[in-house]
């Protein structure tokens, strides 16, 4: 009889966890109309916002905050939109105690923000295309991310940097909102903002029977359990005593070793690292049958 060779499936081509979340949805266009302005929204020259009075007065105006942070408001006369503050609730409700002031109790207020300014920020890092962009001043970093033209394979999503001039530059990891759906980056940007996106220090490869077969980034010291747990854990046909582990040596050669969940859990995981867990249904196309007497 003839011994055939199974052959095997070809190699997975793996890809860095979460780049295709910011690379398959990229938004080339921008839409500065605004459904919601968060409570802390800075506002600033080139502003519009909307004021609807109402009651003894009825009336609606458009009104753009100047470049001196100024307003000219009918009936009232020039207002300074920073006195109260800088947010636009401080805004909203230094309007109302002016109204209030100058036309009287019986005249009610409504604020509403209409088209927001432009921003400049600085994407600088792993981006396809770093370089200045154009942003709506109510931007965050995810949105700056989506509209960045795309990220390399070799950026890190776990060391997103805002760096912005008289603080101490903030990390963020977008891992938090891929695996946790937790934005990390909520507030908005402000002029002059660079958002660095450094290069990737530690990868590990997870290929085989797991939830989500990817190029992980390590964030620090990881365990084998650790690294299965961040790819979703196994399959339902993973077999947890066929993992295998290759390793490449300081001096480029490839190591292989046979692991089993249940001894190696805490292996500690290097950079580098490729890892494969088996099937249990390879255990039967791996196997002999031996019939007889035997």
Do not use: C, H, W
């Not at 036309?103 to 981006?127: H, T």
């Not at 620090?220 to 690294?227: F, M, V």
């Amino acid at each position: 009889d003839k011994i055939s060779i199974i052959k095997e499936k070809p190699e997975e081509e793996l890809k860095p966890f979460g780049f295709s979340f910011f690379n398959d949805s990229i938004q080339t266009s921008m839409d500065r109309g605004i459904t919601s302005i968060p409570s802390n929204y800075k506002i600033g020259p080139g502003d519009y916002f909307e004021v609807q009075l109402f009651g003894q007065e009825n009336a609606g105006y458009s009104i753009m905050i100047g470049r001196n942070g100024m307003i000219q408001f009918p009936g009232i006369g020039p207002i300074n939109v920073f006195e109260k503050g800088g947010s636009f609730q401080d805004l909203k409700n230094l309007i109302k105690e002016r109204v209030r002031e100058q036309l009287g109790e019986g005249v009610q207020v409504s604020v509403s923000m209409g088209e927001v300014r432009l921003i400049k920020v600085f994407l600088a890092g792993e981006f396809n295309n770093p370089g200045i962009r154009l942003l709506s001043a109510t931007s965050t970093i995810m949105e700056a991310l989506l509209q960045s033209g795309g990220l390399t394979e070799y950026g890190s999503l776990r060391n997103v940097t805002l760096k912005r001039k008289g603080s101490t530059d903030i990390v963020y990891d977008f891992y938090s909102l891929l695996l946790e759906g937790e934005n990390p980056a909520v507030d908005s940007l402000l002029e002059g903002d660079v958002i660095f996106l450094p290069r990737v220090k530690n990868r590990v490869s997870v290929a085989g029977e797991v939830a989500r077969p990817a190029i992980y980034e390590l964030s620090d010291a990881t365990k084998l359990k650790d690294i299965i747990e961040l790819a979703g854990g196994f399959s339902s046909i993973a077999y947890p005593s066929d993992i295998q582990l290759v390793r490449v040596d300081p001096f480029g050669n490839k190591l292989l070793k046979s692991l089993s969940l249940d001894s190696d859990a805490n292996l500690a995981v290097l950079d580098g690292d490729s890892i494969i867990i088996g099937s249990s249904t390879d255990l039967k196309k791996n196997s002999i049958k031996l019939e007889g007497e035997v």
